[in-house]
């Protein structure tokens, strides 16, 4: 055997993480991916353990979710029977290594005192990059089967221009859409301009009414009631970013707007790619 990893929580890329890591020669651990079908696929090397402290026990590597959480108490982790606390998995973590991704400042306050080397994957500026190119594909996707219009000549609003940002608007712009970019650095609406797609400030967003979809990776409320009551029946919003997400979601709740939250999208739409750039940086 090579290397044991125990793999803990997560969405279905960690699923076929754990598939390739096996068929690879390594001893695979898992816990918390039960909803999955690697029960029913009796992948050899693999051991679906019962308990958490065993998954984490036996093997000397640990493989986390991506985001490793989405409300800073639990572990992310979709396909589990049962919740993960993060502090209980942390007490479990002492001379091990881990590695995870989006890992909250939270959580290496928790293990500051045990052994425990922790890499966060989405610091690694490859894997961010192309875990967002997964992403792009993914939201252009969700845009294909939520609307009924083409995206040539559509008008698109990406509220962001961070990676997430950067890939999406290209790709758009690529399939003949209207792209719109928000920034609020003059050095980010600066190269907004130099692409060629249309700088707007991010606190200033107006005229909503002329555009078709809005998509939203920043995570904290950019439009609140006022400015989405401006916005068409017709418009997508497409919220790409964690909670609470760049909508109102009351107000949008209440004005009867066309919105399609889609998280977690390269664990839902590139799944064995994902896992492939993972599995070769943890490697």
């Not at 050899?44 to 402290?53: F, G, M, R």
């Not at 942390?90 to 991704?101: E, M, R």
Request: glycine share 6%; charged share 20%.
């Amino acid at each position: 055997m090579e290397n044991s990893f125990s793999v803990i929580g997560g969405d279905t890329r960690n699923c076929e993480l754990a598939k390739m890591l096996a068929n690879e020669g390594n001893q695979v651990y898992v816990y918390g991916l039960e909803k999955s079908n690697l029960k029913e696929q009796d992948v050899e090397n693999i051991e679906i353990c019962d308990h958490l402290e065993d998954a984490i026990y036996k093997g000397n590597i640990v493989i986390g979710p991506i985001p490793f959480t989405r409300d800073g108490e639990l572990l992310n982790s979709p396909l589990a029977n049962n919740k993960i606390e993060i502090d209980d998995f942390a007490s479990w973590l002492n001379n091990k290594a881990l590695f995870a991704g989006s890992i909250p400042d939270k959580f290496y306050n928790i293990t500051e005192n045990t052994k425990v080397i922790i890499t966060d994957l989405m610091k690694i500026e490859e894997l961010a990059v192309l875990n967002i190119i997964a992403t792009a594909e993914g939201a252009i996707s969700k845009i294909i089967e939520n609307t009924d219009f083409n995206l040539q000549s559509s008008n698109v609003l990406i509220i962001g221009f961070g990676r997430i940002g950067k890939i999406l608007s290209n790709k758009l712009r690529l399939l003949g859409a209207n792209v719109t970019c928000s920034a609020r650095k003059q050095t980010d609406l600066a190269w907004i301009e130099a692409y060629g797609y249309k700088p707007v400030n991010t606190y200033n967003l107006e005229n909503l009414e002329n555009y078709n979809i809005i998509i939203n990776t920043i995570p904290y409320i950019i439009l609140k009631k006022e400015q989405l009551q401006k916005v068409t029946k017709d418009c997508l919003l497409l919220e790409l970013a964690s909670k609470p997400g760049g909508f109102d979601l009351q107000a949008v709740e209440q004005l009867g707007l066309n919105y399609v939250p889609a998280l977690g999208l390269p664990g839902k739409i590139a799944a064995k790619t994902s896992a492939k750039f993972l599995k070769n940086f943890i490697l």
